[in-house]
Antibody, heavy 129, light 113 residues
Framework: EVHLLESGGGSVQPGGSLTLSCAAS????????MSWVRQAPGKGLEWVST????????FYADSVKGRFTIFRDNSKSTLYLRMNSLRPEDTALYYC??????????????????????WGQGTLVTVSS | DIVMTQSPGSLAVSLGERVTINCKSS????????????LAWYQQKPGQPPRLLIY???TRDSGVPERFSGSGFGTDFTLTINNLQAEDVAVYYC?????????FGGGTKVEIK
């Protein structure tokens, strides 16, 4: 069974930094793209970033590009999100989510961004002075 | 960026009735090479993470009850819940994965009348 456990959230002042972690189990972590999605209190879902499984290519929402870095340690089956220059509007519950795998492009290459098959419970980030 | 617009924002339906939720994309999310619509639906119950219901616009994820169905192509999509059950009270989101940025609809809150 897939299990995703986020950690690392907390309260930080504007301009501060945090690194979120997502410990994965129940599947061969390195074979799957992984994503971060956030949800501000009482609001909808916002995709933040995706990292490929085999390719390690990264993708970011414009709202976080240049401030956030997604990376992974396949030996530890862990996904990370390094968040710098945090703003009050980054306040949200941050979910990590697993790609379904097996989806290809028209060139038969692994497609890194697809639907989000499994989700963790989330970790809360609060940016406030 | 592809904008996903859901309607209605909320609705209240009696138990056993049918729910219809609409999702419109600002451009086609149908790829010619495989004739597939790059759209997913999720259910989010209060205090829980989202749960995948449907992908490729109409394929139910494993374990999803048959009363949930997805339809549509191109830019217009529908999630239908037949025979609404009490446990279906949730917010439902559509999401495209045609390209990045992945974007979600604003959500539709389903309640029991």
């Amino acid at each position: 069974e897939v299990h995703l456990l986020e950690s690392g959230g907390g309260s930080v002042q504007p301009g501060g930094s945090l690194t979120l972690s997502c410990a994965a189990s129940g599947f061969t972590f390195g074979n799957y793209a992984m994503s971060w999605v956030r949800q501000a209190p009482g609001k909808g879902l916002e995709w933040v970033s995706t990292i490929g499984g085999i390719s390690d290519r990264t993708f970011y929402a414009d709202s976080v590009k240049g401030r956030f870095t997604i990376f992974r340690d396949n030996s530890k089956s862990t996904l990370y999100l390094r968040m710098n220059s945090l703003r009050p509007e980054d306040t949200a519950l941050y979910y990590c989510a697993k790609d379904p795998g097996g989806v290809t492009t028209k060139f038969q290459l692994p497609r890194e961004y697809n639907w989000l098959e499994s989700w963790g419970q989330g970790t809360l980030v609060t940016v406030s002075s | 960026d592809i904008v996903m617009t859901q309607s209605p924002g909320s609705l209240a339906v009696s138990l056993g009735e049918r729910v219809t939720i609409n999702c419109k994309s600002s451009q086609s999310i149908l790829y010619d090479f495989n004739n597939k619509n790059y759209l997913a639906w999720y259910q989010q119950k209060p205090g829980q993470p989202p749960r995948l219901l449907i992908y490729w616009a109409s394929t139910r994820d494993s374990g999803v009850p048959e009363r949930f169905s997805g339809s549509g192509f191109g830019t217009d999509f529908t999630l239908t819940i037949n025979n609404l059950q009490a446990e279906d009270v949730a917010v439902y989101y559509c999401q495209h994965y045609f390209n990045t940025p992945l974007t979600f609809g604003g959500g539709t809150k389903v309640e029991i009348k």
